[in-house]
């Protein structure tokens, strides 16, 4: 059972690189997010889905956009890093919350360092 | 603005030991409370979703509840063991907002032998 998985696992970037992180769930679900978890601020919601080319904008949205162009796939992508963007990525899906009372399911997470 | 608080940040104790862990938070208007664990370097893992019409729910040795009148949430953990060892989170999910999830910064739990 393969469930939320989120390519790459680790990344280190410099100053001003861009990159896309990809995250792939395999439980139909509808709804998508992508977290930030840093040290004494917990998780953050930075964009979220609620259906196949739909998106929003979470907490701290700035410096990232988001794609969600096939139902199981979220594409999360920094076009310039910054340094304020290292940080554990988390990507997380679940059915649409007023359908289906089940928690998100949660992918291991890409720890992303900019130097 | 919901804001969700975790208290202690960190928590030892000996196996075997009963213990709780708080959740309290500020907009008693959620959908549903969750809570999950998380191993180091590890993804969440949920643990209870607990309804906002509920007031508990149990899995094995964790017993969750929800007072939303207080704003408040526990954690029970029943005779405690090291595989406990983990750090424990609570997340509110707000009514009609795409499903959201607002998270406490976690409690680290360390269960000695």
């Known amino acids: 059972n393969a469930g939320v998985t989120q390519t790459p696992k680790f990344r280190v970037l410099k100053t001003g690189q861009s990159m896309t992180l990809l995250c792939a769930q395999d439980?139909?679900?509808?709804?998508m997010y992508w977290y930030r978890q840093d040290p004494g601020m917990g998780l953050r919601l930075i964009h979220y889905?609620?259906?196949?080319?739909?998106?929003a904008k979470g907490e701290v949205p700035d410096g990232y956009n988001v794609s969600r162009l096939k139902k199981q796939n979220f594409l999360l992508g920094l076009e310039s890093a910054a340094p304020s963007q290292t940080s554990v990525y988390f990507c997380?899906?679940?059915?649409?919350?007023?359908?289906?009372?089940?928690?998100?399911?949660f992918g291991d997470g890409t720890r992303l360092s900019i130097l | 603005k919901q804001e969700v608080t975790q208290i202690p940040a960190a928590l030892s104790v000996p196996e075997g030991e009963n213990l709780v862990l708080n959740c309290s938070f500020t907009?008693?208007?959620?959908?549903?409370l969750q809570w999950f664990r998380q191993d180091p370097g590890k993804g969440l893992t949920s643990l209870l979703l607990?309804?906002?019409?509920?007031r508990e729910q149990t899995s094995g040795r964790l017993n969750a509840s929800l007072d939303k009148s207080s704003g408040r949430s526990t954690l029970y953990i029943a005779a405690s063991q090291p595989g406990d060892s983990a750090t424990y989170l609570c997340?509110?999910?707000?009514?009609?907002?795409?499903?959201?999830?607002?998270f406490g910064q976690g409690t680290e739990l360390s269960v000695k032998p």
């Open positions: 997380a899906s679940s059915y649409h919350p007023y359908r289906v009372s089940q928690p998100q399911h």
């Open positions: 907009d008693s208007a959620i959908y549903n």
């Open positions: 997340a509110a999910r707000q009514d009609n907002q795409g499903g959201k999830l607002i």
């Open positions: 889905s609620v259906g196949e080319g739909t998106t």
């Open positions: 607990i309804q906002s019409s509920q």
């Open positions: 439980m139909n679900h509808e709804y």
